[in-house]
């Protein structure tokens, strides 16, 4: 049964600092790796989808990686803005559906 | 205008009652899914359709059905509310073609609460 990981549960950095987050599974056999943010209270917010044939996506100040062989994923945001507070959860694409770890939740201070 | 649009935004309902929450999208897509969030538990998938035809359960579909209406629309209903189903409601779609294969797109959410 495939589980997602999200550590640390909660980050607060300084504004400007570059910072990761990581995601990790259980099952290698996932179809794809897909990274959302949510703000309090919101819906989910597609930032990244990484295929399973692929080893990184990149959108402005967010790379995300895939690694498959040791069942990591991680989401690295450079120069960190008080407007990149939220929390982040990365699902993997099983057979059919996607499984969700419990999200980072971070917060940028100006 | 949203793509994926979800009604009620929030709900209010007694023990016992039947509610239905409604899901629309514009995507084009023709997968459909339905999610619960609730706190310290994530995201689970409660039921999932990848055509009007085709209907399958997901890991918490006691208590919940769904129906598909037509490729953009899919509803799901409470036949008899307990409060335990107290949660936020997701609609998402995704493509089976194309460079985004798979990725989804969510809706705002319903919340819902059980009295």
């Known amino acids: 049964k495939q589980e997602v990981t999200q550590i640390p549960a909660a980050l607060s950095v300084p504004e400007g600092e570059n910072l990761v987050l990581n995601c990790s599974f259980t099952?290698?056999?996932?179809?794809?790796l897909q990274w959302f943010r949510q703000d309090p209270g919101k819906g989910l917010t597609s930032l990244l989808l990484?295929?399973?044939?692929?080893r990184e996506q990149t959108s402005g100040r967010l790379n995300a990686s895939l690694d498959k062989s040791s069942g990591r994923s991680t989401l690295y945001i450079a120069a960190s803005q008080p407007g990149d507070s939220a929390t982040y959860l990365c699902?993997?694409?099983?057979?059919?559906?996607?499984?969700f770890g419990t999200g980072t939740l971070l917060a940028v201070q100006p | 205008d949203a793509d994926v649009t979800q009604t009620p935004r929030n709900r209010i309902t007694k023990t016992g009652k039947r509610i239905m929450l409604e899901c629309s999208q514009t995507?084009?897509?023709?997968?459909m899914y339905w999610y619960r969030q609730d706190p310290g538990l994530g995201l689970r998938l409660i039921y999932y359709?990848?055509?009007?035809?085709?209907?399958n359960k997901g890991e918490i579909s006691d208590g919940y059905s769904v129906s598909r209406q037509a490729q953009a629309k899919f509803s799901l209903s409470l036949e008899s509310a307990i409060p335990n189903q107290t949660a936020l409601y997701f609609c998402?779609?995704?493509?089976?073609?194309?460079?985004?294969?798979?990725?989804?797109?969510f809706g705002p959410g319903t919340r819902l609460t059980v009295l």
């Open positions: 990484i295929q399973s044939s692929q």
């Open positions: 998402a779609t995704s493509d089976r073609t194309g460079a985004s294969y798979n990725e989804q797109f």
């Open positions: 099952d290698s056999a996932i179809y794809n």
């Open positions: 359709s990848f055509d009007v035809k085709d209907i």
């Open positions: 995507k084009g897509h023709d997968r």
């Open positions: 699902a993997g694409g099983a057979t059919n559906k996607l499984i």
